[in-house]
């Protein structure tokens, strides 16, 4: 299964394996600037030499970018992933999928899948170099330059990079601990990313001393840097996420809740210690019974008061639907993006209980003083 909707400013290409593969209107910039690129590089040659190179390369770049995606989406799909989408864009492309249940064996496996699939284009284009004529042989070989260089380039070892994942799963799989592999690979991934400063735009301008730098390779070492840093700092953000669902169990932080309708006056509204809730209109459990501003115990209202009066309507995104085999990281996950400060979890229909955020921070600072 994979997502339909497809995403804003993006058109659908094809389907591979059942995931949609979507094209970013950005990459258009992308292609422009590789069609400029061809021309002027085969405009010694004659127009339609020069033409015919400036589309080779267009079609040779989206193959190798939507080849190295779709390995990655095939390696998911057969490790067991559900994967939502592929995306070529202008800084590249992405394959989203749902990672729940993943280890540092699988993760690397999806990982190698997009470098290998640029090798593995390298070697056709390779074949395509030694049997065709010119001017074909010299298309077929900046093909071959072109998926090198994806490949090489991707198994850097820092995050977002391919190989900055092999580095979070290595990380992961020597230390058990998954926000380690996370801090340690976006580190590497800042690294490259002063590492290209240097080399793209510190290095010419100091041996260039007086004289005008290349202007597109200032940019294009900038814009690499900028793209490196950032994807390395979104990981190291997201290490204490990780950190939370290592240190928290689902069943210790899940608490019962009943369900009552909305016109139950407080006096007969259970006294067990469960989370009350009423159905919303459209029939979620949307509806949390919350104590008002200014009142210390509910007790001292009058019992009377219906429960309409009492309740707070969460989001629809703050009910989830788990399922019967709940995962923790799905649910934490929920939670921080629902931006409430409670959870209610269904499955089929039916709660399950509700997760707050002050239980799950409860029992993950419980853990850490353990450990």
Do not use: K
Not at 102 to 126: D, K, S, W
Not at 207 to 223: A, Q, T, W
């Amino acid at each position: 299964m994979s997502d339909e909707t497809p995403p804003a400013g993006a058109f659908r290409l094809a389907r591979v394996a059942g995931v949609p593969v979507y094209l970013d209107r950005t990459w258009l910039v992308l292609a422009a600037f590789i069609a400029w690129s061809g021309w002027q590089a085969g405009s010694g040659l004659g127009t339609g030499t020069a033409v015919a190179y400036a589309g080779s390369l267009v079609v040779g770049i989206l193959v190798a970018v939507l080849g190295h995606e779709v390995a990655h989406a095939l390696a998911g799909r057969l490790l067991g992933f559900r994967v939502h989408r592929i995306m070529a864009t202008l800084w590249g492309g992405h394959t989203s999928y749902d990672g729940t249940g993943i280890t540092p064996g699988r993760a690397a496996g999806v990982a190698v899948a997009g470098p290998l699939a640029n090798v593995a284009l390298a070697m056709l284009g390779y074949a395509a170099y030694l049997a065709l004529p010119f001017p074909g042989s010299e298309f077929a070989w900046s093909f071959v330059v072109l998926n090198v260089l994806l490949a090489g380039f991707n198994l850097l070892p820092g995050l977002p990079l391919d190989g900055g994942q092999l580095v979070e799963s290595l990380v992961w799989q020597v230390t058990g601990r998954r926000d380690r592999g996370l801090v340690v690979a976006g580190w590497c991934g800042r690294l490259l990313a002063v590492g290209l400063v240097l080399w793209f735009v510190a290095r010419p301008l100091f041996l260039r001393f007086g004289d005008s730098p290349d202007i597109l390779s200032l940019v294009l070492g900038l814009v690499m840097a900028w793209i490196l840093w950032t994807g390395a700092t979104a990981a190291i953000n997201r290490a204490p996420f990780e950190r939370l669902v290592s240190n928290v169990r689902l069943e210790d932080v899940v608490e019962p809740a009943s369900v009552v309708p909305l016109a139950t006056p407080l006096g007969e509204l259970p006294r067990d210690g469960r989370q009350v809730l009423a159905l919303d209109d459209h029939g979620l459990p949307t509806l949390v019974l919350t104590t008002p501003e200014g009142v210390t115990d509910l007790g001292a209202l009058d019992p009377r008061t219906p429960l309409s009066s009492l309740v707070l309507r969460l989001p629809d995104a703050a009910v989830v639907d788990v399922g019967p085999q709940p995962t923790t990281e799905g649910v934490i996950r929920a939670l921080a993006l629902s931006r409430q400060p409670l959870v209610v979890l269904t499955d089929g229909g039916v709660v399950r209980g509700v997760v707050t955020a002050r239980r799950v921070n409860a029992v993950a600072e419980g853990t850490q003083r353990r450990n």
